[in-house]
């Protein structure tokens, strides 16, 4: 057998089968929460982009792909830049991000698991959420876990 570079044709096929078949995976997480057919209804590459890094995070961090993927679509309905937990005391969105990460748990953990970037950044956010669950730290989620 002779073992050489694959060309960017092989590359692209290899990725959309990858992608293709991480659809189907996804529609069959999602279609059984009201929430999840929500999402599948309306969703963008952006946020397919977003739950595919997710489905990522939780299997490199051991933890359930599909209750984490349901987590994050009940969390941020996959939008990177989505903003909760509103304070009309101080005008000003409490937790941003896929994850729904407030600022006072973004940088503690952030520097204990050594994760650099933002937590707006979903690949920075996300596998941070994952090895925080699978370290039993699920309750920052306590809503949706």
């Not at 995070?57 to 990177?80: I, Y």
């Not at 979903?122 to 699978?134: E, N, T």
Request: overall charge neutral.
């Amino acid at each position: 057998m002779v073992q050489g570079k694959i060309n960017a044709r092989g590359r692209a096929q290899m990725i959309f089968a990858t992608k293709g078949l991480f659809i189907v995976w996804l529609v069959s997480a999602l279609s059984g929460t009201t929430h999840g057919r929500h999402t599948l209804a309306t969703i963008g590459n952006d946020q397919l982009e977003v739950a595919y890094i997710a489905f990522e995070a939780a299997v490199t961090s051991n933890v359930d792909p599909v209750k984490f993927v349901q987590m994050v679509d009940l969390e941020s309905s996959f939008l990177a830049h989505a903003k909760g937990d509103w304070r009309s005391e101080t005008g000003e969105y409490m937790a941003q991000g896929a994850c729904q990460y407030w600022l006072s748990t973004w940088k503690p953990y952030a520097k204990k698991y050594g994760i650099d970037g933002s937590r707006l950044d979903p690949r920075s956010c996300l596998p941070l959420m994952a090895q925080m669950i699978d370290d039993g730290l699920w309750y920052h989620w306590k809503n949706t876990g």
